[in-house]
């Protein structure tokens, strides 16, 4: 549906005809799960479709908790015959608190005409193509990170377009920490001066791997970065922006503002104009070593 992630060579037909196959049929838009509907001892006593979906695709075994809800998502702690997963599952467009994502869409192109018209009404239908390209971007958007060697989560679906299609709403990806402590938000940590200051640098250095790509994040910050045996790992990854975004400069700045001021509880006292010049600096410099993805 959009440039973001058409990358792959999946042709709009083909995008259409997917995105027609799992559509949902409710009627009432789906918001947080219950940990209730996502278990069962029987895999079709499970209530929930996209649970008893993504079992009976082979990509889970079973739902162990809820980790935390947020305004677009909730991610709960799963298992699969990979280990432990970090199951993300989005909330539908009409029941999430954060619904304004125009300011990261701009740029795209969308060659189908009327799927365009249909998300820029936000009608119904075209607000399930809107879900459906929020969850695909954050995949596309994890598997180039990943496959170019930045600390973010390892995607478990894919990385064939078609094969992480069939997942939506859901994003998987293997969990960071343990399923008795998971890792923590840096938001949440408690740092050392010494594990603040690396954990400063680190986030300077992904946030300027990222510019390398020709990302801006859009929301980066200690909100969106882990903390696990003393490394920062990178999260949340739908809105990614590019350079074909009018408002690539803004945001790429805005990311330099938050990061700074989130970090001010870790001691680290930095500007978000400094923060910007080191980024910048930084993603001239050489890129981490590309991970090799086997098939």
């Known amino acids: 549906m959009s440039a973001r992630w058409s990358e792959d060579q999946w042709g709009e037909s083909e995008q ?5 196959k799992i559509r949902r049929k409710h009627s009432k838009p789906k918001g947080r799960r219950r940990i209730d509907d996502l278990t069962a001892k029987n895999t079709e006593d499970i209530a929930d479709d996209t649970i008893r979906r993504l079992i009976d695709l082979g990509h889970l075994s079973e739902v162990v908790a809820e980790l935390k809800s947020g305004k677009e998502a909730t991610a709960y702690i799963a298992r699969s015959d990979k280990g432990s997963v970090l199951l993300k599952i989005y909330r539908d467009f009409e029941a999430r608190s954060f619904k304004n994502d125009a300011i990261y869409r701009e740029g795209q192109v969308v060659l189908d005409q009327r799927a365009a018209r249909a998300m820029k009404s936000r009608s119904s239908k075209g607000l399930e193509m809107l879900q459906f390209d929020w969850v695909m971007s954050e995949y596309a958007h994890l598997w180039h990170l990943w496959r170019a060697g930045l600390s973010v989560p390892e995607p478990l679906v894919g990385p064939n377009v078609k094969t992480y299609a069939e997942t939506v709403p859901a994003v998987l990806m293997r969990l960071i920490g343990t399923e008795d402590q998971p890792a923590p938000r840096l938001s949440d940590a408690r740092l050392s001066p010494e594990e603040a200051r690396s954990a400063w640098q680190q986030a300077v250095g992904g946030m300027a791997d990222m510019l390398r790509l020709g990302y ?6 200690t909100y969106n970065l882990l903390w696990w045996e003393n490394q920062v790992i990178l999260i949340d990854f739908p809105q990614l922006t590019t350079r074909q975004n009018p408002n690539f400069r ?7 503002e938050s990061l700074a001021t989130s970090f001010k509880r870790h001691g680290i006292q930095e500007t978000g104009e400094s923060t910007l010049r080191e980024v910048q600096r930084r993603a001239l410099g050489p890129a981490p070593e590309p991970r090799v993805v086997l098939p």
């Open 16 to 20: 259409r005809s997917e995105f027609q």
């Open 216 to 221: 801006a994040h859009g929301d980066y910050s």
């Open 250 to 256: 803004d945001l790429l700045r805005r990311d330099a």
